[in-house]
C-alpha cells in the first residue's frame, strides 16, 4: 500500500551538532523523495529532494540520501541551529500513485541551546 | 518569493454548516491540491486538479467535500456539513507538472468544528 513511515518521532540534539532523521518508504516504485520542514503554525516548508537515480544530494547544510535497496531516505542537518527546530518529513510519489505526495509521520526535532 | 496563500487563518464553524477553504495558488502553475493535517498527525492528500477538473482524489474526500477554480487565481474547498472530525489544517499547494522543487505550500487554515 502506499505509506511511508519514520523511526524516531522526536530528536533532541544540541546546538552545533550534526543531525539525521531518518524515513522508511514502502512503495518500492516511488521515483521521487522531498524532505519538509514545518514550523509550529505553518505549513510544509520545502528543503531538498532527490529523485530515484541519484543516491546522494547535497544542498546548504542538508543532505538527502537515498537507499532504495533497504527503501530508506535520511536528511541530514550540518550544525544545527535553533531555527532548525520545527516537524521533519519525508514524502515520496510515484507514476504509479499520480502526482500526489504520500508523506510520512513526521520527526520533532528539537535543538538545544 | 512567490506563495501561496490562504483565508482564512482560522475558521470556527458549527457542525453541520457549509464552509469554503479558499486559496490563491502561484500564477504560473498548474496543478493544485489540498491536503489535511488533523493536529498532530501527518499530512494527508485529499484532491489534486488540472485543467479545471479533478485529477485524483483520495477516499476522505467523499462527497461532502468539492473543488472549484471559479476563476483565473481561486481555488477553493467546500465542506457541505462539517463534522467534528473535520476539524484540521487544510493545506492548499500548487506545482508544475514535474516540478523539481515539489510543491509550494500555503500556511494553512485552521478549521475547528464545534
Known amino acids: 500500500g502506499e505509506s511511508v513511515g519514520l523511526h524516531l518521532p522526536t530528536l533532541s540534539v544540541q546546538e552545533g551538532d550534526n543531525s539525521i532523521i531518518n524515513c522508511a518508504y514502502s512503495?518500492?516504485?516511488?521515483?521521487?523523495f522531498i524532505w519538509y520542514k514545518q514550523e509550529s503554525g505553518k505549513g510544509p516548508q520545502f528543503i531538498i529532494d532527490?529523485?530515484?537515480?541519484?543516491d546522494k544530494r547535497q544542498g546548504q547544510r542538508v543532505t538527502v540520501l537515498l537507499n532504495k535497496t533497504v527503501k530508506h531516505l535520511s536528511l541530514q542537518i550540518a550544525a544545527t541551529q535553533p531555527g532548525d527546530s520545527a516537524v521533519y518529513f519525508c514524502?515520496?510519489?510515484?507514476?504509479?500513485?499520480?502526482?500526489?505526495?504520500?508523506f510520512g509521520a513526521g520527526t520533532i526535532l528539537r535543538v538545544k541551546s | 518569493e512567490p506563495e501561496v496563500t490562504q483565508t482564512p487563518s482560522h475558521q470556527v464553524t458549527q457542525m453541520g454548516q457549509e464552509v469554503i477553504l479558499r486559496c490563491v495558488p502561484i500564477?504560473?502553475?498548474?496543478?493544485f491540491y489540498w491536503y489535511r493535517q488533523i493536529l498532530g498527525q501527518k499530512v494527508e492528500f485529499l484532491v489534486s486538479?488540472?485543467?479545471?477538473?479533478?485529477?485524483?482524489k483520495s477516499e476522505i474526500f467523499d462527497d461532502q467535500f468539492s473543488v472549484e477554480r471559479p476563476d483565473g487565481s481561486n481555488f477553493t474547498l467546500k465542506i457541505r456539513s462539517t463534522k467534528l472530525e473535520d476539524s484540521a489544517m487544510y493545506f492548499c499547494?500548487?506545482?508544475?507538472?514535474?516540478?523539481?522543487?515539489?510543491?509550494?505550500f500555503g500556511s494553512g487554515t485552521r478549521l475547528t468544528v464545534v
Open positions: 514524502a515520496e510519489k510515484s507514476v504509479e500513485y499520480g502526482n500526489k505526495l504520500v
Open positions: 499547494a500548487s506545482s508544475e507538472p514535474w516540478d523539481r522543487e515539489g510543491y509550494t
Open positions: 512503495n518500492s516504485a516511488s521515483d521521487y
Open positions: 500564477s504560473n502553475h498548474l496543478y
Open positions: 486538479f488540472y485543467n479545471n477538473e479533478i485529477s485524483e
Open positions: 532527490i529523485r530515484s537515480n541519484m
